[in-house]
């Protein structure tokens, strides 16, 4: 009997394709920053190797050819062939066909709105990274990133009083956003994979604010004014327009 | 909140999690059936310096020849085991390279860039490893600290794949398909623990609220207790969570807490703990978790109340 062998090569096989899909339809910017794309594509590609590999291995070798382990010999007492040590037990297999059950059978989606909510990561006005860099792009080719960064790395955020900005974002609002008039454009910045994800935003004021459903994505056009907000002195974007969009292809930003 | 909302947010963390997981996995057990197939049991007696001491220092640096994170580095470990590497240096080893190798060097200095953050974590994780690798080798019987199952290759019996220690050399294409059936092995055996530190991890982040931890990021003390809590839980890989490091900074943490994120995680965190039981048995696994984390938070409370930056 070997079947859970067979079983494991195929697991193998199938999580390799499972992964180089989601690199092809481009549903792994749902899951990792890109700059690891190439490492889940070697992955996808190893496992395929192993899987073919062990394959070969199967068909060319006699069914139960190999000696016992002499120092162990009750570890394996359900395992027919030890080849494969444990490893090829059921409730392994089982455990491993886990991500490929989920990965195949849910359907893929980036987080929300409700992952802040949730996972209770407030949305800062104080990223890291690289501030000086986001000056030196167009204030209308800026992402909500590149504006987060500006906001900290600036000496005094009067600066950015007047400048303009086209953002796309999802609609996020919570108890600070007392009135009907005021949203964020949100975006999740995923540095490794999305149990990073940090959700950050500009604060917009619009007067269609009431009537955006939270979560769905909008671009937004304005120019920013510095106001007092929660205490703060901070750049609002006036809206000019407030738009439906689809959501990007890559819906988180990577610093 | 609805219940399909709950299961897709933790869907997405559970695959975002795993992919980027499992490829450091399977580089570690490549790595693991390179070592199992050309590495003789010979060269690692030979290459060791014969004082403990030395030795577990020595295992502590091991990390920059097999740069792997906590997900690469057990099966690395299990397999340096069965060629007879001492219990204690692995420890070292087990402990301090998913800090200590090249990529760590440069996330941890992209995030922080030169100073007391990138030294402190260097240092205090040298220190962490070599100290935790010492009181494991004052243990008479260290093999008795293994789960049997991991020392299996040294009975003779991890497969089909596993030559004899005194087998004659194989031709590379020889050697080569017997690695892949090794780092088989090793993915299936390790990746089970993977798996379920995977879905706890995502759990926890879609069902507990992470507030009421950030919320004690001016206390010196409970910073760093709040700081290991999040290391635990959130088990970000030790190649980028520098980088996640530096928004908690954000958040008002101060050094010391960071640098006990720093140095704990990569060390203990729910998926690493889980894999350590494939190759250590489980009182040894508590000792595995209980000091780093009693000696991180002893660093990051001290500096947090006696070190200006």
């Known amino acids: ?255 | 909140m609805e219940f399909s909302t709950q299961l897709s947010l933790f869907s997405t963390r559970f695959l975002g999690i795993f992919i980027e997981a499992v490829s450091f996995l399977l580089l570690g057990t490549i790595v693991s059936g390179l070592i199992e197939v050309f590495v003789r049991k010979e060269d690692i007696a030979r290459l060791l310096p014969r004082n403990p001491f030395a030795a577990i220092v020595a295992g502590s640096f091991l990390g920059f020849l097999f740069p792997v994170c906590e997900c690469g580095v057990v099966p690395v470990t299990r397999k340096l085991y069965q060629k007879g590497l001492p219990v204690a240096v692995g420890v070292a080893f087990l402990l301090a390279a998913p800090v200590m190798n090249p990529i760590v060097f440069a996330s941890t200095y992209a995030a922080f860039g030169f100073g007391p953050i990138l030294i402190g974590r260097f240092v205090i994780t040298c220190i962490m490893a070599v100290a935790i690798g010492l009181i494991f080798s004052l243990q008479r019987n260290p093999i008795k600290m293994l789960h049997p199952r991991a020392l299996m290759a040294m009975a003779g019996g991890s497969g089909a794949a596993a030559p004899q220690p005194s087998a004659p050399r194989l031709s590379v294409g020889q050697g080569i398909v017997r690695a892949a059936r090794v780092a088989t092995d090793e993915f299936f055996d390790m990746g089970r623990y993977l798996v379920m530190g995977t879905a706890l991890a995502a759990g926890m982040q879609t069902f507990l609220s992470q507030e009421q931890i950030r919320a004690l990021a001016s206390d010196p003390s409970m910073s760093a207790v709040a700081m290991a809590i999040m290391a635990f839980v959130l088990s970000i890989c030790s190649t980028t969570d520098a980088i996640l490091a530096l928004s908690f900074a954000n958040f008002g943490f101060p050094s010391g807490s960071l640098l006990t994120f720093l140095t704990f995680g990569p060390m203990v965190d729910i998926k690493a703990t889980l894999m350590y039981l494939s190759v250590f048995k489980r009182r040894v696994v508590f000792y595995m978790v209980i000091l780093p984390l009693l000696m991180s938070l002893l660093f990051g409370i001290f500096i947090n109340l006696n070190v200006r930056f």
């Open chain 1, 1 to 255: 009997m070997r079947t859970r062998q067979w079983f494991q090569a195929a697991l193998m096989l199938l999580l390799g394709l499972y992964l180089l899909e989601t690199l092809l339809t481009g549903e792994i910017a749902y899951y990792i920053n890109e700059r690891f794309n190439w490492l889940a594509g070697v992955a996808g590609f190893t496992l395929i190797a192993l899987g073919v590999i062990n394959v070969i291995a199967l068909l060319s070798e006699p069914e139960q050819g190999k000696e016992a382990p002499k120092g162990a010999p009750n570890l394996l007492p359900n395992a027919p062939s030890v080849a494969h040590g444990v490893s090829a037990r059921w409730y392994v297999l089982a455990i491993l066909s886990v991500p490929l059950i989920f990965g195949v059978f849910l359907p893929a989606q980036p987080l929300g709105a409700a992952a802040i909510n949730n996972s209770g990561v407030a949305f800062s006005l104080n990223v890291s990274g690289a501030g000086d860099q986001a000056f030196s792009i167009t204030p209308t080719q800026r992402n909500v990133l590149d504006w987060v960064r500006a906001f900290s790395a600036a000496t005094s955020v009067d600066e950015f009083g007047g400048q303009p900005a086209d953002l796309i974002g999802f609609v996020y609002r919570d108890v600070r956003f007392e009135d009907d008039t005021e949203f964020m454009v949100t975006r999740f910045t995923v540095s490794c994979c999305v149990a990073d994800a940090v959700a950050i935003g500009v604060i917009v004021r619009s007067e269609q604010a009431a009537s955006l459903t939270p979560d769905s994505w909008v671009r937004v056009q304005g120019k920013f004014e510095v106001r007092d907000f929660a205490g703060q002195r901070t750049p609002i974007l006036i809206a000019e327009s407030v738009e439906p969009t689809a959501m990007p292809e890559r819906p988180y930003l990577f610093p």
